[in-house]
């Protein structure tokens, strides 16, 4: 079966530093994979996706970047953190079409400050 | 105007009651519709989704779809205190890279 992994989970960083997250998937092969935010109480805004490696579309300039250096992994980064870059972050794959249902990640919560 | 509309919530409601949540939209190539459920800290977890017009019942949830209205619902019967986090209604059709619109959420509150 198909699982979907991020960490870390809780990540405390002062302003100014950078950020990297991780997203991999295990049981699946050339999954797309997204980035979400998810402020507190809001819905969920597509930050990057990614149809095969090394292709990353941003859906939102910002001041994060994203990156598929291999065909399961997906990451997220930032060279330096803003207080709003503080939010819920969150990973989803999907497999190939038709059935383009999206699944999530346990998420990583990212406090600036 | 945005794509998805949810039911803003939040929805307080006794244990045992019938729960409805709904969603309405505008994109009419959407083709696949899901219900997710998060609970707090979590990420969202797929409850259920939809093909096109149409009901789709698992256990104490039905959901229903109606594309000449775009409108469609989350029923959740005989709701429990487990049944208590924020609801997401969200909607793809078949291409565009598999992106999903989503829905704001609402969030409910069983009590007990």
């Known amino acids: 079966s198909q699982t979907i992994h991020q960490w870390p989970a809780t990540l405390v960083q002062p302003v100014g530093s950078p950020l990297s997250l991780e997203c991999t998937v295990e049981?699946?092969?050339?999954?797309?994979l997204y980035w979400y935010r998810q402020a507190a109480g809001r819905g969920l805004q597509l930050l990057f996706y990614?149809?095969?490696?090394?292709?990353i579309s941003s859906e939102v300039p910002q001041n994060l970047s994203a990156s598929r250096p291999q065909d399961r992994q997906f990451i997220l980064s930032s060279k330096k953190l803003l207080l709003s870059d503080s939010g819920f972050y969150l990973c989803?794959?999907?497999?190939?079409?038709?059935?383009?249902?999206?699944?999530f990640g346990a998420g990583t919560r990212l406090s600036v400050l | 105007q945005k794509e998805v509309e949810q039911d803003p919530g939040p929805l307080s409601v006794p244990e045992g009651a019938i729960v409805s949540l709904n969603c309405t939209y505008s994109?009419?190539?959407?083709?696949?519709f899901m219900w997710y459920r998060q609970y707090s800290r979590k990420g969202p977890e797929l409850l259920m989704y939809?093909?096109?017009?149409g009901n789709k019942e698992d256990g104490r949830f039905t959901a229903q779809v109606d594309k000449s209205s775009k409108y469609i619902s989350l029923f959740i019967r005989d709701s429990q205190p487990s049944d208590s986090a924020t609801y997401l209604c969200?909607?793809?059709?078949?291409?565009?890279?598999?992106?999903?619109?989503f829905g704001d959420g609402t969030t409910l509150t069983v009590k007990p």
């Open positions: 989803a794959w999907i497999q190939q079409a038709p059935v383009n249902i999206q699944y």
């Open positions: 049981g699946t092969s050339n999954p797309n």
């Open positions: 990614s149809v095969g490696i090394g292709q």
């Open positions: 994109n009419s190539a959407f083709q696949y």
């Open positions: 939809t093909y096109s017009s």
């Open positions: 969200a909607m793809t059709g078949s291409t565009n890279a598999g992106k999903s619109t």
